[in-house]
T-cell receptor, first 109, second 110 residues
Framework: KNEVEQSPQNLTAQEGEFITINCSYS?????LHWLQQHPGGGIVSLFM???GKKKHGRLIATINIQEKHSSLHITASHPRDSAVYIC???????????FGKGTKLSVIP | SQTIHQWPATLVQPVGSPLSLECTVE??????LYWYRQAAGRGLQLLFY??????ISSEVPQNLSASRPQDRQFILSSKKLLLSDSGFYLC?????????FGSGTRLTVV
């Protein structure tokens, strides 16, 4: 069974700061997802990646398959980025996703 | 395009009342469908998954059940809700290695 660890659990940043959230997993995967959960609970899928790097606006996601590690970066953070960011992995040939517990980000004006 | 619809977004139900959460998908056929739950302070946990119509597998024994009456429809139900059923419920599907997520339902049992 894959173990997914996220760090930090909580993160407070000043508006404009560069933010990094980390995700490590224990078993090889076919894909990794970064999700955003807003205070109301709604989930938004940010990225799905299996190698390399993806960028969307101020968000960048990277993955290192050999090290079993992924990072989510937010450049020029803004209070509207405040949310819980969740990492989820899908194992090769596996029927299910394994989720991290999430990182709660608060961006202060 | 591949989309997933989940409703309602929020729900407040009294203890002992029934529950029905529905999830439908578009843009794919014969997907694997999943129900996850996130209890307060915890990560998302798999409750049920389905690989086809009428095929349901349960990961965690509890007060809930799931059904898949149609290829693109997945329903989460309970006959009598408990306080411990409160949480965030997420529907997802996986097809050809890609996963798509619903927006989730926040259930509060009072």
């Amino acid at each position: 069974k894959n173990e997914v660890e996220q760090s930090p659990q909580n993160l407070t940043a000043q508006e404009g700061e560069f933010i990094t959230i980390n995700c490590s997993y224990s078993v090889g995967i076919s894909a990794l997802h970064w999700l955003q959960q807003h205070p109301g609970g709604g989930i938004v899928s940010l990225f799905m990646l299996s190698s390399g790097k993806k960028k969307h606006g101020r968000l960048i996601a990277t993955i290192n398959i050999q090290e079993k590690h992924s990072s989510l970066h937010i450049t020029a953070s803004h209070p509207r980025d405040s949310a819980v960011y969740i990492c989820a992995v899908s194992g090769a040939g596996s029927y299910q996703l394994t989720f991290g517990k999430g990182t709660k980000l608060s961006v202060i004006p | 395009s591949q989309t997933i619809h989940q409703w309602p977004a929020t729900l407040v139900q009294p203890v002992g009342s029934p529950l029905s959460l529905e999830c439908t998908v578009e843009g794919t056929s014969n997907p694997n469908l999943y129900w996850y739950r996130q209890a307060a302070g915890r990560g998302l946990q798999l409750l049920f998954y389905s690989v086809g119509i009428g095929q349901i597998s349960s990961e965690v024994p509890q007060n809930l059940s799931a059904s898949r009456p149609q290829d693109r429809q997945f329903i989460l139900s309970s006959k009598k809700l408990l306080l411990s059923d409160s949480g965030f419920y997420l529907c997802a599907w996986k097809s050809y290695g890609r996963s798509t997520f619903g927006s989730g339902t926040r259930l509060t049992v009072v």
